[in-house]
Each structure stands twice: as structure tokens, then as C-alpha cells.
């Protein structure tokens, strides 16, 4: 069955340390997602991606942290540095349409972050 | 600011009745409502749907229902399993596009 992969799957940091997470999305999926999803809140979009090109990224903090999809395929997402803050689960989801569609998203088993 | 929420964190249930999980959401734009459960470490999936011109969509044991006047949808199992025990987020979704909106998660547990 296709399945989003992301790694690592856990991933322990100090802070002002460099992280970077990778996800390959469901294959032939143009749409791709980065949500972070802090301990018993809900996800919360970082940045959509429709092929190469970024579609919204209003909620990512660009001051540290940086995505990219360079040839439409995989997506790799980076913090630089990390703060206290980042400690989350990253999620990677895809959908094979933008726009109505369904609306349905696959996601991967994501990346726990842990800044210490 | 919330656009969707969802008030209770947790709900325990006994296996074989009713589970209601609900949620609100306040933008008046969004058009389609979907239900995802996540176990933990594991990413969440897809559960159901429903579009804003419906009022119920039944799928199996889950049932989700839209009240659209009151901003207000609840997802119905019956009969609860213990296999159902994890968090369920609802997302929305305005007519602009599919970006979605999560929940922040209610916990179910049911019991055996």
C-alpha cells in the first residue's frame, strides 16, 4: 500500500543546532504538506507545496525555518537554529489534487523533534 | 484564534455504546469537514467526510453529522470498540481550496 515516508522518525537536539527533516510523498501526489503538531493541539499547517512551487507558507516561521521541493517529488523541511519551542511532531502529508477534491490527505508517521 | 475546536479532550466510553465526539468551528467559509483519528506514533488517517450541502454522511459504525446553522458537527460510533481508543481531530476545509484546518483532538478510550 503507498504510504508517505518521512524520517528520522525521532530526532533529539540542542538548541541553536541545525535540524532538517525528509518526507517522499505518495507517488504521483503534486501536493505536498508540512503540519507540526505540538503535544495536545491539533496539526497546524507550516507550508503547502503544489509540485516545486510553494503555495501558501504563512505560517512558517521564515526566520528559521526553510522548505524545499526542488524537483516536485520529495520535500525536505529545515530549522535553523532550533529553539526550546520547535519541540513537536512534524508531519508530511500529500493529496493527488489541489483545490475541492476531497479534501482527503495521507499523511506520514511523522518526525518527533525534541530541543533540548 | 480557534477556527475549529474541539472542547472536550477526552471521552471514555463503554465498549458496544455511543461515542459523540464534537466539534465548532467559527469561519462561516468553510465547506467541507473531514474526521481523522491518529493512534499514537503513528500519523493520522483518514476517517470521514462530509460536504456542507449534507446533513449526514454514514459510513459503517461512524456517522458524522453537520449542523450548519449552529457551526456545530459530532461524529457518531456505534457500537464503540476498543480498537477505536485514540485521538480524533475534525479539519475543515473553505471553498478556496483544500488547505485544512485541524481540531485540537479529543482522546476517546473505550472501554472494554
Known amino acids: 500500500e503507498a504510504e508517505v515516508a518521512q524520517s528520522p522518525r525521532y530526532k533529539i537536539t540542542e538548541k541553536s543546532q541545525a535540524v532538517a527533516f525528509w518526507c517522499d510523498p505518495i507517488s504521483g501526489h503534486a501536493t505536498l504538506y508540512w503540519y507540526r503538531q505540538i503535544l495536545g493541539q491539533g496539526p497546524e499547517l507550516l507550508v503547502q507545496?503544489?509540485?516545486?512551487?510553494?503555495?501558501?507558507d504563512s505560517q512558517l516561521p521564515k526566520d528559521r525555518f526553510s522548505a524545499e521541493r526542488l524537483k516536485g517529488v520529495d520535500s525536505t523541511l529545515k530549522i535553523q537554529p532550533a529553539e526550546l519551542g520547535d519541540s513537536a511532531m512534524y508531519l508530511c502529508?500529500?493529496?493527488?489534487?489541489?483545490?475541492?477534491?476531497?479534501?482527503?490527505?495521507?499523511f506520514g508517521e511523522g518526525s518527533r523533534l525534541t530541543v533540548l | 484564534d480557534q477556527q475549529v475546536k474541539q472542547n472536550s479532550p477526552s471521552l471514555s466510553v463503554q465498549e458496544g455504546r455511543i461515542s459523540i465526539l464534537n466539534c465548532d468551528y467559527t469561519?462561516?467559509?468553510?465547506?467541507?469537514f473531514l474526521w481523522y483519528k491518529k493512534y499514537p506514533a503513528e500519523g493520522p488517517t483518514f476517517l470521514i467526510s462530509?460536504?456542507?450541502?449534507?446533513d449526514k454522511n454514514e459510513d459503517g459504525r461512524f456517522t458524522v453529522f453537520l449542523n450548519k446553522s449552529a457551526k456545530h458537527l459530532s461524529l457518531h460510533i456505534v457500537p464503540s470498540q476498543p480498537g477505536d481508543s485514540a485521538v480524533y481531530f475534525c479539519a475543515a476545509s473553505d471553498n478556496a481550496g483544500n488547505m485544512l484546518t485541524f481540531g485540537g483532538g479529543t482522546r476517546l478510550m473505550v472501554k472494554p
Open positions: 462530509i460536504s456542507s450541502i449534507k
Open positions: 507545496f503544489q509540485d516545486e512551487s510553494v503555495v501558501d
Open positions: 502529508a500529500s493529496s493527488s489534487v489541489l483545490g475541492r477534491g476531497t479534501g482527503e490527505l495521507f
Open positions: 469561519n462561516s467559509m468553510f465547506d467541507y
